[in-house]
């Protein structure tokens, strides 16, 4: 596997893992909180040495990992579709925003402003989250379409719940850049599945030996 693979597959990985993160989170209030810091830290790595270090490691990414062998080698039913339709809105939306340099500037003042609230709470306190959701309200979801979040009415409108997903969109935007810059693109995911499949087993594999 080369490296450049193995990072576009982490990054995809990341930016699954948050959908999933949101379909959990939209539907029965409540997510894998390690996965969910995860995607969250990943946020506020801005200056990574490789795509593994902006997770900690791919081990961190488990979820996301088994998440591509699931859609891609298989046909993912019920709420899995919505994980389906999430990562490709953020990936349609990252690719308008990397078009926009003034939004781009705001999404990070918005993620410098999150990251000094570190000094005081853990990433993903309720404050911090406060912060990203909205960040994600002012920049991404001025973008259109806009990500239409499935699930409980009841979580959905509750306010912790509700910025816990906006939060986890800006995380799996996040990884969406990460995916770009990697070189990932919607015409390389949709001609080389079979390698990422194959990709995000293998990683799997290792980190589970």
């Known amino acids: 596997m080369s490296d450049v693979l193995r990072d576009r597959t982490l990054a995809l990985a990341g930016v699954f893992q ?3 993160l949101v379909q959990q989170a939209a539907t029965t209030g409540r997510c894998d909180e390690a996965a969910l810091e995860t995607c969250i830290n990943s946020v506020f790595n801005l200056s990574p040495k490789n795509a593994e270090a902006v997770y900690g490691s791919a081990l961190c ?5 088994q998440l ?19 990562v490709l809105g953020v990936l349609y939306l990252e690719g308008k925003l990397a078009k926009d340099k ?8 918005g993620i410098d402003r999150a990251k000094g609230q570190l000094q005081h709470y853990p990433p993903t306190h309720p404050n911090v989250l406060a912060n990203l959701a ?3 309200a002012q920049t991404i979801s001025t973008l259109t379409p806009r990500i239409i979040v499935n699930g409980e ?5 509750h ?21 770009r810059q990697c070189g990932g693109s919607r015409l390389n995911l949709l001609f080389s599945r079979r390698k990422y499949v194959a990709s995000a087993k293998a990683i799997h594999q290792t980190v589970h030996v």
């Open 18 to 20: 948050a959908a999933k």
């Open 61 to 65: 990414l488990s979820l996301g990992l």
């Open 68 to 86: 591509i062998s699931t859609h891609f080698d298989g046909r993912p039913a019920g709420h899995e579709l919505d994980v389906t339709k999430y």
């Open 102 to 109: 003034q939004l781009l500037n705001r999404l990070a003042e």
């Open 134 to 136: 909205d960040t994600y």
């Open 153 to 157: 009415q009841g979580f959905l409108t």
């Open 159 to 179: 306010p912790d719940i509700a910025n816990k997903v906006r939060a986890l969109l800006l995380a799996a935007i996040r990884s969406a850049v990460l995916w």
